[in-house]
């Protein structure tokens, strides 16, 4: 089975004024369709930049990525923010919904924004969506008057809506207490296992960690286990 | 347009601050509107008291310059002489006039004859300026008939129109003789049909009127005239036709600006200073627009990161405080027209205890498609910088915020 994410000699640097500080230092990481691979390590150990560089938020200094078989590192910004609309979900620890519209609308807004309005069949595939991560009675709400679980849980939802082929999430259950946080890891593993599709979790939480098929651990910037 | 959408809901999700931004707004195109309107209105009163009782432009015929004649000899020069005493006139009048009444621009003509002369009543000796014109036209260039205080506007052969000074200086009133001396030394008793006052004391004091054929023999002109007096439907053009007037005639066109220089100077002045108040008033609107977005992009960060990680592009962000910005710049300055039209209407209706008007405002002249275009144009811009500083934000960096 070709791998769905393919990363080799992923090294990232930062610069603070003259000081050089290297983050990572030649990962590779495999990814294969399916899987839902929590990614571990301690505070500083370079999870989060590598989350964000193969949900393409960030460029790696050093390697190459191959995403669904498309090398990515020489894409556009344009067309990296086009292969990250079409092709991959996030889910972050604050899920900065939009305040000012509803949870169907918070869930469509992905599809909506590059296609110009939220068509009918987004509007119908939004509220299928809030159904399925049982917020059914709260389609309609604003977002402001959703729990942080049920915000949450919309913004579960809104990393579904253009069905990706893969889904990072970093610290998806860090701002939630122990009964929400349950419910949002089950969802996950719900549309894991119904969608195929593969998720990739950023936590340092052992027990999110357990709840996954594979686990990753970061290193001082190295991969043990990839 | 989905840009549109999450523009308008950030702008209704804090109804009080939008209701505040746009009432600002409204505010400096309100006094942009009051500002032009009193300008406007102050031009045109003081237009029309300068030009209510005076031409427009007036033709009359250059003035004969004393030249050196060619000669042979060049040890010789001659020189033409003129004579002081032969008045300069318009001989071919009938074809000028003929030619500015095919005008479009022009609503009024009146060929006179302009002349000095002494009005002598008794012992009493007043100079007058003589204005001798058809009788049938006498209210073409000044509604002389309309400020008849005594006697009525009929010149006939043998009569005169004077100001009520002049009246009360010579001891004069309508029906009574007086003899008129002219400045060619020829005198003619005539009857005061009629006494006018203007409220102008130039012409309550110094003007007589007079039919131009009674005025032919009394300033030797038995065919010519010395002026044409024109009105325009347009004051404002009148500098320009007077040019062009010039050059299809050959005779001097002098317009009302060119009369009265000074006041142009000060319409001028006073143009200045109400641009420079606007630009202001316009500049503190774009300035409030600015910081408004500003602040609202930096407070909605961590939606513009989401939105950016989602793959949403700076485009798109850009578009939504670019909207934002037309809205308030769109409504906030059709609110301010509407208001600074209302305001500048109920100024109008204010009036002093003499019935004449508190402020001299047109509220037609309120500027107002000028105001709305500057305004939406300049909120438009006044947004840029917002809207770029949120289409460049990191997303990665917002979102961890």
Same mark, same amino acid.
């Given at each position: ?226 | ?6 523009? /308008? !809901? ?57 030249? &050196? ?21 318009? /001989? ?26 002494? #009005? ?44 009520? !000074? ?12 007086? %003899?008129? !001396? ?30 131009? =054929? ?24 009148? !500098? ?11 005779? /001097? ?16 002045? =006073? ?40 793959? &949403? ?13 037309? #809205? ?40 107002? %498609? ?21 289409? /460049? ?9």
């Amino acid at each position: 089975m070709r791998a769905l994410v393919e990363a080799r000699g992923i090294g990232m640097t930062f610069r603070n004024g003259d000081e050089l500080t290297e983050v990572l230092k030649g990962v590779d990481l495999t990814l294969q369709p399916g899987e839902l691979v929590a990614l571990l390590g301690a505070s500083g150990s370079g999870k989060s930049t590598l989350l964000s560089i193969v949900g393409l938020l960030l460029r790696p200094t050093r390697g190459t990525l191959s995403i669904a078989g498309q090398r990515v590192e020489g894409l556009s910004d344009l067309e990296r923010a086009q292969f990250r609309n079409r092709r991959l979900g996030f889910i972050f620890q604050f899920h900065h919904l939009l305040p000012d519209f509803t949870a169907t609308e918070n869930v469509a807004f992905p599809a909506a924004a590059p296609a110009g309005a939220i068509s009918p069949a987004m509007r119908r595939r939004a509220r299928d969506l809030l159904a399925r991560v049982g917020l059914a009675d709260r389609m309609d709400f604003p977002a402001t008057r959703l729990s942080g679980g049920q915000k949450q849980r919309v913004a579960i939802a809104r990393a579904l809506m253009n069905k990706p082929e893969l889904i990072l999430a970093d610290e998806p259950t860090g701002s939630l207490d122990r009964v929400a946080a349950e419910k949002v890891l089950d969802l996950m593993r719900e549309v894991n296992r119904e969608d195929k599709a593969t998720f990739l979790i950023c936590t340092h939480d052992e027990h999110v960690a357990a709840r996954c098929t594979r686990r990753i651990t970061l290193n001082d910037g190295s991969v043990d286990g990839a | 347009m989905f840009a549109f959408t999450v523009a /308008r !809901r950030y702008l209704f999700s804090n109804p009080s601050q939008t209701a505040l931004l746009i009432s600002g707004v409204s505010l400096g195109v309100t006094a942009f509107v009051f500002i032009t309107a009193l300008i406007g209105g102050l031009a045109i009163r003081l237009t029309n008291d300068v030009t209510a009782n005076s031409a427009h432009i007036s033709l009359e015929p250059e003035t004969r310059i004393a030249r &050196v004649l060619p000669s042979p000899d060049a040890e010789l020069e001659s020189v033409a002489i003129i004579s002081t005493f032969q008045r300069l006139q318009i /001989r071919a009048w009938k074809s000028t006039v003929s030619l500015l009444q095919s005008h479009p621009d022009i609503s009024a003509i009146s060929p006179q004859i302009s002349g000095s002369a002494f #009005l002598v009543k008794g012992e009493a000796v007043s100079p007058v300026a003589v204005t001798a014109l058809d009788p049938a036209f006498i209210d073409a260039i000044s509604s002389i008939s309309t400020e008849i205080i005594s006697g009525d506007a009929s010149l006939g052969a043998d009569g005169i129109l004077i100001g009520s !000074r002049l009246a009360e200086n010579l001891g004069l009133s309508s029906g009574q003789p007086v %003899l008129l !001396r002219t400045d060619r030394g020829i005198d003619r008793l005539l009857i005061v049909r009629g006494v006018f006052e203007t409220g102008l004391q130039s012409l309550d004091e110094r003007v007589a009127y007079l039919s131009i =054929q009674t005025a032919r023999p009394l300033f030797l002109l038995p065919e010519g005239i010395t002026n044409i007096e024109i009105k325009l439907y347009d004051p404002g053009g009148a !500098r320009e036709l007077a040019t062009f007037l010039h050059e299809a005639t050959g005779l /001097r066109a002098t317009s009302w600006q060119e009369k009265n220089a000074s006041l142009e100077g000060a319409l001028d002045a =006073q143009s200045q200073t109400g641009t420079l108040i606007q630009t202001f008033s316009l500049i503190s609107v774009l300035i409030g627009i600015a910081s408004a977005l500003s602040l609202s992009a930096n407070r909605r960060r961590g939606e513009i990161g989401i939105m950016r990680a989602f793959g &949403v592009s700076g485009a798109f962000i850009a578009a939504v405080f670019l909207l934002q910005g037309l #809205l308030i710049g769109m409504v906030g300055a059709g609110i301010g027209c509407a208001c600074g039209f209302a305001l500048c209407s109920w100024l109008e209706t204010l009036t002093k205890p003499d019935g004449t008007m508190a402020l001299p405002i047109a509220p037609g002249e309120g500027g107002y %498609l000028v105001v709305f275009l500057l305004t939406t144009i300049g909120a438009v811009l006044a947004s840029v910088i917002p809207a770029w500083s949120a289409a /460049r934000l990191d997303p990665l960096e917002a979102i961890q915020q």
